[in-house]
């Protein structure tokens, strides 16, 4: 027998990290549907007001069953402390917030989720922060170029959504700490399970539970990580918000005061303070249940959708399949470095124009249009169609989506069943189209 202490595998973190119950108590998390709390002197609750002890007070800033899983989190993704909020957009929202202000500037790539570009794109320049997007494929140069002297983060996507791009994380953590600012990495697609975006040298990642963490569908959340790893001093003049004293806490400095946790206790007890998007602790609940088969569905997840892709890859109607774990896909060798297994959202190009398209989705039978990705069901989205039918194909094609492009979500059915109902859909398909030849 081994006697060195053996670090607990991504699965075992999975079903037992955070939560860690005493002697009589719940084994699974119990959910404290609760707004407050109860404290016996009013000094114990003015000292709670003025940080000086941690405890509960209000479900707006924190939970015992929210803090449990965002425990695990912070374990799952190898970090110091986590967050959760009510959802995605807010834990991107919330990662910026947290360290830039009116005045400031931030990099990003462009190819990231169409929520997230139009938070940085539209919504965060309304409150005096500045955007510039880059391409993720572009060189060391060309980004650093992007930087300014009020840049104040770098931002991108493990694995892009919808185009399924993997980012060169070590490439854009050595870009950022070169020019002494934070990598922000959105994790969502790949989860902790196939990337660890730390261990490459990310700073900060950010989670839209929504997706394969619930997997269910059953709960829209996010989750915000930091790896304590960023020296925030080391740029005392840059980020004012984190070493500067803070009026509303009587002149605390954070990172003097808490020290690998001041990044998340300012997030806390300033953005959700003020911003209140919590996540619900029922919500929580929810999320928890997902993250402790999360190891066993994303494995299935990309098992089943490697089949997918092979038997698109060879179909006639086909005309393209992006998915990282093709070999001759661009982003192939990156993936591999990156991810122990290629998750499972693809994208497809089909050879026969728009109204095929349409029939084939209509045609479909177990796999369903959705505005969704990445959970059990499988389901299917042409961005041409729903979620960006307002452009042109011109500009379809300047946002990098291809007007044919369609997202696939590989849910948990039998890949046999998934494949044999996409062969169904293309069939009838071209039967539709020579019966309206005919007529
Ligand atoms: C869905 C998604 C978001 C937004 O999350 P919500 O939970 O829908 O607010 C952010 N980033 C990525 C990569 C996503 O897929």
């Known amino acids: 027998m081994d006697k060195k202490k053996r670090t607990p595998g991504i699965g075992t973190l999975c079903v037992q990290a955070g939560y860690k119950p005493g002697k009589g108590e719940p084994r699974q998390i119990p959910i404290i549907q609760s707004t407050t709390f109860k404290y016996e002197t009013s000094d114990q609750m003015g000292r709670l007001f003025d940080l000086e002890d941690s405890g509960y007070f209000y479900t707006r800033l924190q939970n015992p069953t929210n803090d449990h899983v965002a425990a695990q989190i912070a374990e799952l993704e190898g970090g110091v402390a986590a967050m959760l909020t009510s959802s995605g957009q807010a834990a991107n929202l919330f990662a910026c917030l947290n360290i830039c202000s009116a005045g400031d500037h931030l990099v990003s790539t462009g190819n990231i989720y169409g929520g997230t570009f139009n938070l940085l794109g539209t919504t965060l320049p309304k409150m005096g922060i500045e955007v ?106 840059k980020y004012p918000g984190l070493c500067a004293p803070d009026p509303s806490y009587h002149g605390l400095i954070y990172t003097k005061a808490f020290g690998k946790l001041a990044f998340i206790t300012k997030a806390t007890s300033q953005l959700m303070r003020d911003l209140g998007s919590i996540q619900s602790p029922q919500n929580a609940f929810y999320l ?13 997840h990309s098992e089943s959708a490697m089949k997918v892709a092979e038997y698109l890859e060879n179909h006639p109607d086909v005309a393209w399949v992006k998915y990282p774990g093709l070999k001759n896909d661009p982003h192939h ?51 041409a169609s729903h979620t960006h039918r307002q452009l042109t194909d011109e500009q379809l094609r300047a946002a990098g989506i291809a007007p044919d492009l369609m997202r696939l979500s590989i849910g948990l059915e039998d890949p046999e069943d998934i494949i044999y109902d996409i062969e169904q859909a293309l069939a009838a398909a071209h039967c539709h189209s020579e019966r309206s030849e005919e007529s």
Request: aromatic share 8%.
């Open 132 to 237: 510039t997007f880059i391409s993720p494929d572009a060189s060391e140069e060309e980004i650093s170029a992007a930087f300014k002297p009020n840049t104040k983060l770098l931002f991108g996507e493990t694995l892009s959504n919808p185009g399924v791009e993997m980012l060169d994380i070590e490439k854009f953590a050595r870009i950022a700490h070169s020019h002494g600012v934070p990598f922000i990495i959105d994790n969502t697609f790949a989860t902790p399970v196939l990337c660890r975006p730390f261990e490459f040298g990310a700073d900060i990642v950010t989670h839209s539970t929504t997706k394969y963490m619930d997997g269910h569908g059953v709960a829209v959340g996010g989750a915000l990580v930091d790896s304590g790893n960023f020296d925030w001093e080391a740029h005392t003049e």
């Open 333 to 383: 060798e990156l993936a591999k470095k990156y991810m122990s297994a290629f998750s499972g959202v693809m994208c497809v190009g089909l050879k026969g124009g728009r109204d095929f398209d349409n029939r084939f989705m209509d045609s479909l039978k177990l796999i369903t249009i959705e505005t969704h990705v990445a959970d059990c069901h499988s389901c299917i989205l042409h961005p």
């Open 288 to 300: 928890h249940l997902g993250l402790q088969s999360l190891h066993v569905r994303i494995a299935r």
